[in-house]
């Protein structure tokens, strides 16, 4: 072992060590550490794929926490329109839908899979994208079942098959005993028997917003980023109005369908805007009538 007056160079004693202040790193906690080797545009492009990397996986999250009765409905279509509108604005930049592509195609670029913090998500696409990594064999990539399907049709699960129950004559508590006398207090079809009747103004909107859409097709306005927004209007405010199904409403989910799959810019040709104003004039037809059973 050395003694004091043995010690290389290398290692100076505690008792003779003198830090050189001209060697101290200035470093102001406050300000933005910004990544290397990247411009401004180049930062956008990736911050903005990095956002569509959290909400799909954030998306999937929330599908399954739905069907495991997690969130309420109201909250889970709340979240999940919120979701959806990102997604797409997020697609509206050229450069950025130009790089994403397609979601499959985004789902084998960039492996996601966990949820991540944004400066770590920022940090991970930056790599993959450096070194544009494919999805190999027996390589793990993105899956996202859950958060594919909704994307793909663009609207919230309860929008696409609006749920009514039917008040219950049972406990709400499944492994309480049963009483004969039990009468559930707290639902509104319980309380109020006229509750799950829709009102006069819900069912003019209803009616509003399926002419609204017609006439947008008869005055050739056919647009995707025109004509789903009217079309989303048309089913929201039907599931308002209407419980359970009826003649047509799956042409209505069939056109959002396809608009949504369509570009921003992108036009319906002479054939499909036949087609589509056909289809949702029986929709209207079908509504009417569930209106007068």
């Known amino acids: 072992m050395y003694t004091s007056s043995r010690l290389p160079s ?82 509206s930049d050229e450069r950025v839908r130009r790089e994403f592509v397609d979601l499959e195609s985004f789902k084998k670029e960039y492996d996601v899979s966990v949820i991540l913090g944004v400066s770590q998500t920022y940090e991970l696409l930056c790599g993959r994208r450096q070194r544009k990594r494919r999805n190999r064999g027996g390589e793990q990539h993105m899956d996202c079942p859950r958060a594919t399907e909704r994307l793909r049709i663009g609207l919230p699960s309860t929008l696409v098959h609006p749920g009514h ?14 009483s004969s006398s039990y009468q559930p207090q707290n639902t ?42 009217l079309l989303s209007e048309v089913i929201q405010s039907v599931n308002k109005v209407v419980e359970g199904d009826f003649d047509g409403r799956g042409n209505i989910i069939k056109w959002l369908i396809r608009l949504n799959g369509m570009r921003a810019g992108e036009n319906l040709g002479e054939e499909e805007t036949r087609e589509c104003a056909f289809e949702l004039e029986g929709a209207y037809a079908g509504f009417k009538a569930k209106l007068g059973d």
């Open 10 to 91: 290398y290692a100076p004693s505690p008792y003779s060590y003198t830090p050189d202040t001209t060697l101290n790193a200035t470093i102001n906690l406050d300000e933005e550490v910004k990544l290397p080797r990247h411009g401004t545009a180049e930062r956008e492009l990736l911050d903005s794929l990095a956002e569509i990397y959290s909400i799909v996986v954030v998306l999937d999250d929330l599908e399954r926490a739905y069907t495991r009765d997690s969130v309420s409905e109201t909250e889970y279509t709340d979240i999940c329109s919120r979701l959806i509108k990102q997604y797409n604005s997020a697609l």
């Open 165 to 178: 129950p039917a008040p219950s004559t049972s406990s709400p508590y499944p492994f309480a005993p049963h």
């Open 188 to 229: 509104p079809a319980a309380s109020n028997p006229a509750a799950s009747t829709p009102s006069a103004s819900s069912i003019a909107n209803a009616t509003e917003n399926f002419i609204t859409f017609l006439d947008a097709l008869r005055i050739k306005i056919l647009a995707k980023d025109q004509l789903h927004p």
